[in-house]
């Protein structure tokens, strides 16, 4: 079946350091990929999505691109804000429309 | 702009209790799901309904059961909850497979 791995966390940094987040996945067909952020107390919303390969899918300084060579989907942001300390999860949609995500990665971004 | 409601938002059961969990979107949204979050383990589908009349488990599925109930409502049943049930559980709906899926608020339920 689908699955989705992501890097282990807490991820702490600076504000203002470069942020990746590692996310890989495993799928049959051509996966439809997305990063959910969730903000302490809350429930998911879209960060950002990419329905093809070599799709970049970008929002609020964060990117990601979709390499289906390296079966990757990897978080970036080039400078980080205290605000930005959420979790974060990496998730895909395969046949069958069902959703699945990976464990989540914590960030925690300290002035 | 309500978006995916789901009631109640806590709750304590005694184990071997029975709830029902309540989702409702006003999207006009073809596809829902119910997910269970705890430490450590992400978010775990338990039970989906890609539309109207259909539903499917997901990775987790024993000890719920679910109802679409119409195209807004899908709701997740515990007949007799068990401690290892107490978690975080969301709602989620979208329209389709490369949509961004809306999630409620989540039900924080403990079992003792």
């Known amino acids: 079946g689908n699955s989705v791995t992501q890097m282990e966390g807490p991820v702490t940094l600076s504000e203002e350091a470069f942020l990746t987040i590692n996310c890989t996945y495993t799928?049959?067909?051509?996966?439809?990929l997305f990063w959910y952020v969730q903000y302490p107390g809350e429930g998911l919303q879209l960060l950002l999505k990419a329905t093809k390969a070599d799709d970049k899918g970008s929002n609020k300084g964060f990117e990601a691109t979709y390499r289906k060579e390296t079966t990757s989907f990897h978080l970036e942001k080039g400078s980080v804000q205290v605000s930005d300390s959420a979790v974060y999860f990496c998730a895909l949609t395969g046949g069958g429309n069902k959703l699945t995500f990976g464990t989540g990665t914590q960030l925690k971004v300290e002035l | 702009n309500a978006g995916v409601t789901q009631t109640p938002k806590f709750q304590v059961l005694k184990t071997g209790q029975s709830m029902t969990l309540q989702c409702a979107q006003d999207m006009n949204h073809n596809s829902m799901y119910w997910y269970r979050q705890d430490p450590g383990m992400g978010l775990r589908l338990i039970y989906y309904?890609?539309?109207?009349?259909?539903?499917d488990k997901g990775e987790v599925p024993n000890g719920y059961n679910v109802s679409r109930l119409n195209k807004r409502e899908f709701s997740l049943r515990l007949e007799s909850a068990a401690p290892s049930q107490t978690s975080v559980y969301f709602c989620a709906s979208r329209d389709r497979a490369a949509t961004e899926a809306f999630f409620g608020q989540g039900t924080r339920l403990t079992v003792v």
């Open positions: 309904s890609a539309s109207e009349g259909t539903t």
């Open positions: 799928a049959t067909g051509y996966p439809s």
